[in-house]
């Protein structure tokens, strides 16, 4: 059983480009502002939440590859941020080569609840897994790890084709390796409201799947943009823009929502 003294959410989707990162970095903020123990485990290899959130590649002398091969756990492989409250597994390029390295390993899929059941990981309240743009043994692993998926999708025409492959995707995980994995939430993000086939997406998503669709939307933000450059969220870059406004709003719709699932 995968431990239920924290919240461990996983944070993906199949398509790139959707804002999947900037999601997790600035929620993962927005919530230890609130005074939140929050880790982030990077595990997609391109790295981009560890440098977003200012995590320089020479600084990674440990990270996520070593804590799904084993050699180090959370306490060893976790960094502290300029983010009080807000920590990370970092990402290497070493991720790359890990399919291959376990891929004949009887627990393959279950490297990373392994790593996140320990006393280390338990200290942090939430767990948030940013993944690969793709479904490969990382996603399988981070889904295998979680209590639940929350979805960033992105507010153009394509968006509920992509949806009902990672809903097919997450439905395959609790058949067969975390019959509890649930969908957290489906983030709307990249919206413009100058566009007319935005308000349709949003429209058709929230017919579609209702109230698994937060109220939040995430607008296209040139600050929230620019904020990864400076390796900051862009809460602590701009607070005040209207991207980081709306990732407050964000996570307020998920701590709200844990409160209603814990009341349940």
Do not use: W
């Amino acid at each position: 059983m995968i431990a239920s003294r924290n919240r461990i959410i996983t944070i993906a989707n199949q398509k790139g480009g959707v804002g999947k990162t900037t999601t997790a970095i600035n929620l993962a903020t927005a919530l230890a502002a609130i005074g939140e123990n929050v880790l982030i485990v990077d595990l997609d290899p391109q790295g981009n939440a560890s440098t977003g959130l200012g995590i320089q590649r020479r600084d990674r002398r440990v990270s996520s590859y070593e804590l799904m091969i084993g050699s180090h756990g959370v306490r060893d492989t976790a960094q502290e941020t300029a983010v009080p409250n807000l920590s990370i597994v970092p990402s290497t390029m070493d991720l790359l080569g890990i399919e291959m390295e376990i891929s004949k390993d009887a627990d393959r899929v279950f490297r990373l609840r392994k790593a996140l059941q320990g006393a280390d990981a338990l200290r942090y309240s939430y767990i948030l897994v940013d993944c690969p743009p793709s479904f490969n043994l990382l996603t399988m692993n981070a889904m295998a790890a979680a209590h639940s998926v929350l979805v960033p999708l992105q507010c153009e025409f394509f968006a509920l084709e992509g949806l009902s492959q990672l809903l097919e995707t997450v439905d395959q995980i609790r058949r067969t390796v975390n019959p509890g994995l649930d969908i957290q939430g489906i983030v709307l993000t990249m919206f413009d409201s100058r566009n007319n086939l935005a308000q349709q997406v949003v429209n058709d998503v929230r017919t579609h799947l209702g109230e698994k669709v937060y109220h939040t939307l995430i607008p296209r933000n040139v600050r929230v943009s620019e904020a990864p450059s400076y390796g900051k969220p862009a809460i602590l870059y701009d607070l005040k823009c209207a991207g980081s406004q709306a990732y407050l709003q964000l996570a307020s719709e998920v701590i709200q929502r844990e409160r209603q699932r814990k009341a349940a």
